[in-house]
């Protein structure tokens, strides 16, 4: 059974930083991508940043230059970094994990409430 946990949502002033986190755990798949998408009230859910099993990273436009994503295999964790915050970013953040093989992510935390002010 598959576990995402996030965590380091909060709330903070624009142009500061937060870090997210995802504890994954029962994810026994060596070839993966890992994800984070938000969802913001009244607007579709988007991708934001994603990350493969090799390491390779892509971004949303909007957040390129400001966010970070890596993963800590050791620990099973997923980490978004995310600096110079705007109030667009206020969000429900959520990591998201899918197998290379499957093309929808199918496997998804419950989420971390980032705001912006």
């Known amino acids: 059974h598959v576990q995402l946990v996030e965590s380091g949502g909060g709330s903070v002033q624009a142009g500061g930083s937060l870090r997210l986190s995802c504890a994954a755990s029962?994810?026994?798949?060596?070839?993966?991508?890992m994800g984070w998408f938000r969802q913001a009230p009244g607007k579709e859910r988007e991708g934001v940043a994603a990350?493969?099993?090799?390491?390779?990273?892509r971004y949303a436009d909007s957040v390129k230059g400001r966010f970070t994503i890596s993963k800590d295999s050791a620990k099973n964790t997923l980490y978004l970094q995310m600096n110079s915050l705007k109030p667009e970013d206020t969000a429900m953040y959520y990591c998201?994990?899918?197998?290379?093989?499957?093309?929808?992510?199918?496997?998804w935390g419950q989420g971390t409430q980032v705001t912006v002010s």
């Open positions: 990350i493969a099993s090799d390491g390779s990273t």
């Open positions: 029962g994810y026994t798949y060596s070839r993966y991508f």
């Open positions: 998201a994990a899918r197998p290379y093989w499957v093309r929808q992510y199918n496997d």
